[in-house]
Structure formats: structure tokens, C-alpha cells
């Protein structure tokens, strides 16, 4: 216990989305991770645990991977920078650029390469304003996202972001941003409701605020396929038809934020495709490079090219751009990784194993009095609590998730206890083995069970 790195840990990093209070009152957790293999990772102290969370969704082909480590050696030996200002290009980064386009839906076009999903998101939102400028129609600007939605904690992709805890302390969402009903089907406003009916009521809900707003101020809606971070909650039957048409109806554009769901969670290669949507643009991050190095994209649709390209000398060039916009190293990292996900069959298994998954949770905590759902789709799963099943009441103050997921971290397993609402969330590597997710499932029931008392 005398580790320097938790003294130097605990007198300089200062970590992100962390309670800093508890630095003060010793309950700082200080935990410093050492090597991965697999869906496993090692600590410090020598513990092995099966991190089904896949660090934060994203270590998709699971860690270990030299394949990866050695296309990042190589290209940080032969070309570690060159930037993507106009018109220039690396190797690696233009072979990713195809391979994303390969991989998308067949009306996209164009990819735009950034850092991480947040300021992929402030892209897209760039990227849209500029081309209703170039369109002749700059007052077209609001932008709707849901409540529970994440898109990133930027000061636009926070303001996108429809939970509380980003906003708060922010003056946030910025004036432009609007936020409509999550298609959160457990929680929906009358039980007697089906899946199509709340559906219906979600995409109402929706035009009402366009209508009120007036269609011609709204730019773009924005949506995950899968609401993640605000519960991992797969949306109800026909809910991505219903807003679709009636954006399609007012002229508004889709934004798709497939950080999460990009490149085989679902178990297809997008979640766009999976749940038949035709976004205009795509974000994704995450499982691009399976995080073995940052690198994001926003993934532009035949339309908005085509009012890109008509860009008008008055307006010049677009005042946008990173200097690690398809930095090299992410790239060689993206290029590896997306053929593992060919070679290895991890759409495949994800769709198998993430069924097998919330099956096995099923049969193993599916009864339990204090489980109201179990929920999830491809490599997706999440166990919500309640204080009971048939009013499917929460708790004000008291985290029986916290305490359920920090029991099952003391039994060798990683899940979430996702911030904003009493559920235990998991996100395994794409690559998670049957045996792995019994091992989930099992220990998982034993940690609710400990929590209860029974
Ligand atoms: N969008 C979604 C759907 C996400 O889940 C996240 C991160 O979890 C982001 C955007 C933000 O990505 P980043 O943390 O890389 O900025």
C-alpha cells in the first residue's frame, strides 16, 4: 500500500467525471490499471478483472491486440505527424477514410476525422450551420436531441447531451439546442401504453416542439441509435420511423451519434442500418480504434456533400479544423482494428454473446423483486433496479446500483452503474466468450442478491 503512483496519483491528476469532495474525505478511489489481454485487465495490485464495460464502450476488439499495437509501432516509426490541411493526406489516414466508406451506409460520402466523440459532434454541428449558409438559409439552426441523450461534455456537445449533471453549473444547453422526450419505453408516461403507441407519442411530442419552434429555425435532430450513457435503453418498436418521417416531413436532418454503436455493438456494423435510419450525418469514435488511440469521425451523407462542395468563394474555406484531425497514429490504429473486427466475426459474436448475455441475466436475476428491467441489444445489457416492481419506483438518495456494481468489482467483474439512473449497465469487448458472459450474469445476480440482503 505504499505504491508512489497513489501518492503521485492522489497529489496531481486531476481525473475527469469525478466527485473531487471525496479527495478531501479519503473516499477518492485510486485505482491504476497495468495490462489488458482479452476482455481482461490488471491492476496494480496484481487483481484480474473482466471488464465488461469494455473500459468506457470502446475497447471493442478487447485488449491485447498486436495486430494494432504493431500498425501504431510501425507508422510512429515511419511518419508519426503530418497534418490534413488542405488537401494533404497520409497513408493511413486516406486507406481509413475508404475503409469507413466502405463500411457505411451506401448514401454517405465524405468522412471528417477528429479526436474523440464530443468534438466530432461539434463538427457536425459546424458542418451543418455552414452548409445552410452556403443553402441561403442561415437563420435554419436549432438542433433537437433527447432528454437522456449523450453526445459529449463540450460546451455544444454538453449542450446536445439531455442529462442534468452536464448542464448545471454551465448555463447550459446554449440558447440553439432543444431537447425532446427520450424513447425510454419502461419509463413511459401510461403503463397501458404499447411499444408503437409510445413510439407515436415520441414522434409527436417531437412535432409539436418543431411546430412551435417554426420548422424553418430547425437545423437537425440527434439521436443514438441506443440511448447509452443515459441508461442503455434500445429505443421501442418503430420509433426510428416515426421521428424519421417527421423530420422528413419539415426538411430537418438526422444526426446519427453512433460513437457507441458504430462498427458491431448492435451487432450490425452500424446502428443506423440496424434500426433502418437514414441519418444524414454519422458520428462515431469509440470503436473505430477500439480506443487503442483517439481518433473520431463525422461521416457526411451524398446530400450535405453536395451542398458542401457548392461552397462560395465569399465564404472561403471552412474555419474548421484540429491539427490531430486524422492524426496518423489513430488512423494506423483504426485501419488494424477495423480488419479484426472482419477477421475475428465480431458482429457475429456480438449479436450471439450479447443475447446469450441478457439471457443468462434473465434466467439468473430475472424474478428478483428489486429487478423491474433487463434490457439491451447486440453487445448491450442493462439491469434496472427498483424499489418495487409494480409501480417500478426508484430511490431519491439511496444508489443500490453503486452498491451492487462496487460488490461485483470486489468479485472480479466490471459493470457501471450508469450516472443517471438506478441501473447496472454493461458494454463487454465485442469479443466476450459465452463462458465470460455466464460469468457476468452469475456473479452479477450474486452482487443484487448481496445488496438486498436476499
Ligand atoms: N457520443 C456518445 C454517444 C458517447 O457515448 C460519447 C462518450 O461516451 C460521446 C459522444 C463523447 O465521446 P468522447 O468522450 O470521446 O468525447
Redesign the pocket.
Known amino acids: 500500500k505504499n505504491d508512489p503512483l497513489e501518492q503521485w496519483d492522489r497529489d496531481t491528476f486531476l481525473h475527469p467525471s469525478t466527485h473531487w469532495a471525496d479527495f478531501a474525505r479519503g473516499k477518492a478511489v485510486h485505482r491504476i490499471i497495468s495490462s489488458g489481454e482479452g476482455s481482461h485487465i490488471v491492476d496494480r495490485e496484481g487483481k484480474r478483472l473482466l471488464d465488461a464495460f469494455a473500459g468506457?464502450?470502446?475497447v471493442n476488439v478487447g485488449y491485447g491486440r498486436t495486430e494494432i499495437a504493431d500498425a501504431i509501432a510501425a507508422q510512429a516509426k515511419e511518419l508519426a505527424y503530418y497534418h490534413s490541411y488542405v488537401g494533404h493526406g497520409t497513408e493511413a489516414s486516406v486507406t481509413l477514410a475508404k475503409m469507413i466508406l466502405d463500411r457505411a451506409p451506401d448514401h454517405m460520402s465524405r468522412v471528417y476525422f477528429g479526436?474523440?466523440?464530443?468534438?466530432?459532434?461539434e463538427t457536425n454541428i459546424k458542418l451543418i450551420w455552414y452548409m445552410n449558409n452556403i443553402l441561403g438559409r442561415p437563420e435554419k439552426k436549432k438542433i433537437i436531441s433527447r432528454w437522456r441523450?449523450?453526445?459529449?461534455?463540450?460546451l455544444m456537445?454538453g449542450s446536445l447531451?439531455g442529462l442534468a449533471a452536464f448542464h448545471n453549473a454551465f448555463d447550459l444547453p446554449l440558447v440553439p439546442i432543444l431537447h425532446t422526450e427520450a424513447p425510454y419505453y419502461y419509463r413511459r408516461p401510461d403503463v397501458s401504453m404499447s411499444e408503437e403507441a409510445f413510439s407515436a407519442y415520441c414522434a409527436s411530442e417531437l412535432e409539436k416542439m418543431i411546430l412551435k419552434e417554426g420548422p424553418e429555425t430547425i437545423a437537425a435532430f440527434w439521436g443514438?441509435p441506443v440511448l447509452?450513457?443515459g441508461g442503455i435503453v434500445p429505443p421501442p418498436k418503430g420509433y426510428w420511423a416515426a421521428i424519421q418521417e417527421v423530420l422528413n416531413k419539415y426538411d430537418i436532418l438526422l444526426v446519427a451519434?453512433?460513437?457507441?454503436?458504430g462498427f458491431g455493438r448492435l451487432g450490425s456494423m452500424f446502428g443506423s442500418e440496424h434500426y433502418g435510419m437514414k441519418p444524414d450525418i454519422i458520428?462515431i469514435?469509440?470503436g473505430l480504434t477500439s480506443a487503442y488511440a483517439?481518433l473520431?469521425g463525422s461521416i457526411v451523407s451524398k446530400k450535405v456533400w453536395a451542398a458542401l462542395e457548392q461552397g462560395t468563394d465569399e465564404m472561403g474555406p471552412i474555419g474548421h479544423g484540429w491539427t490531430y484531425s486524422a492524426h496518423p497514429i489513430g488512423a494506423a490504429a483504426g485501419v488494424a482494428n477495423l480488419k479484426l473486427v472482419d477477421d475475428l466475426g465480431l458482429l457475429e459474436n456480438a449479436a450471439t454473446v450479447g443475447a446469450h448475455l441478457r439471457k443468462a441475466m434473465s434466467d439468473a436475476i430475472g424474478d428478483h423483486p428489486n429487478v423491474g428491467d433487463i434490457r439491451g441489444e447486440g453487445m448491450l445489457c442493462a439491469v434496472e433496479l427498483v424499489s418495487d416492481r409494480e409501480t417500478r419506483a426508484g430511490w431519491d438518495d439511496q444508489k443500490p446500483a453503486v452498491t451492487a456494481v462496487a460488490r461485483l468489482l470486489a468479485d472480479g467483474v466490471i459493470g457501471r452503474a450508469m450516472p443517471h439512473s438506478d441501473t447496472i449497465g454493461f458494454a463487454p469487448p465485442l469479443c466476450l466468450t459465452k463462458a465470460e458472459a455466464e460469468e457476468v450474469a452469475e456473479k452479477t445476480a450474486k452482487a443484487i442478491k448481496g445488496t438486498f440482503g436476499s
Open positions: 468506457l464502450y470502446c479526436l474523440g466523440g464530443s468534438d466530432a459532434n441523450g449523450y453526445h459529449g461534455s463540450g456537445s447531451t443514438e447509452g450513457t451519434d453512433e460513437v457507441v454503436t458520428t469514435a469509440k483517439p473520431s
